[in-house]
């Protein structure tokens, strides 16, 4: 069965320093992975994806992820943090041979002053 | 970028009663996608449909459930009746294709059965 595992409920940083969101994930073939971001009373937006090629992807507002089919994990990172990166992420699987998505249970980063 | 909006944004029913929730998806999109949320868990797929047909569904899609989309209005969630376990936030999402493809999420109908 294919489970996504985001380790962090919450993380606090500090505005100005680096950051990484952890991502685990269970799933014997190669699957499609996605970040996705949700800010309050907005729908999920979309990060980043990764289908297969390079393994650091980069995506919208300087994140970017790597995937690592040993470790099983796909990290979601950002050299420098911005207060608007409140919100909660979630990382999210797509098998390739059918259409669901399965999602973590999302990390909730706080960035203080 | 691309939109989906979801109406309404809060309903509050009696257990027992029907409710239709709605997804006005992106304008050229072909899939559509349920997906739901009880506080505290995890979001968690419940059906898809294409061409007028599911495609798709979960073991959280019960037989209360059903989806359509007449008329390429709305695609509509309407659960009847409804149950107290039923109570969670519903997300739908739409693609424009299914394969290697983006979905792209509403905010969410926050649904309580009282």
């Known amino acids: 069965a294919q489970s996504v595992t985001q380790p962090d409920a919450r993380v606090t940083v500090s505005e100005g320093a680096s950051l990484q969101l952890r991502c685990k994930y269970s799933?014997?073939?190669?699957?499609?992975l996605f970040w996705y971001v949700q800010y309050p009373r907005q729908g999920l937006q979309l990060l980043l994806k990764?289908?297969?090629?390079?393994?650091v992807v980069q995506g919208v507002n300087g994140f970017e992820a790597e995937f690592s089919k040993s470790n099983s994990s796909f990290h979601l990172r950002k050299a420098s943090v911005h207060w608007s990166d409140s919100a909660v992420y979630f990382c999210?699987?797509?098998?390739?041979?059918?259409?669901?998505?399965?999602f973590g249970a999302g990390t909730r980063l706080k960035v203080i002053a | 970028g691309p939109k989906v909006l979801q109406i309404p944004s809060h309903q509050i029913i009696d257990m027992g009663q029907m409710v239709t929730l709605n997804c006005d998806p992106v304008?050229?999109?072909?899939?559509f996608y349920w997906y739901k949320q009880i506080l505290g868990q995890q979001m968690e797929f419940l059906v898809n449909?294409?061409?007028?047909?599911?495609?798709?569904k979960s073991k959280l899609f019960k037989d209360q459930f059903s989806v359509e989309r007449p008329d390429g209005s709305y695609f509509t969630l309407k659960i009847q009746p409804t149950a107290l376990e039923d109570s969670a936030v519903y997300f739908c999402?739409?693609?424009?294709?299914?394969?290697?493809?983006?979905?792209?999420f509403g905010p969410g109908t926050r649904l309580l059965v009282l």
């Open positions: 999402a739409s693609s424009y294709r299914v394969n290697q493809d983006t979905q792209y």
């Open positions: 799933y014997s073939g190669t699957p499609y």
């Open positions: 990764y289908y297969s090629g390079d393994p």
């Open positions: 999210v699987l797509r098998n390739t041979g059918n259409y669901k998505y399965v």
């Open positions: 304008s050229n999109h072909l899939y």
């Open positions: 449909f294409y061409n007028g047909k599911v495609m798709e």
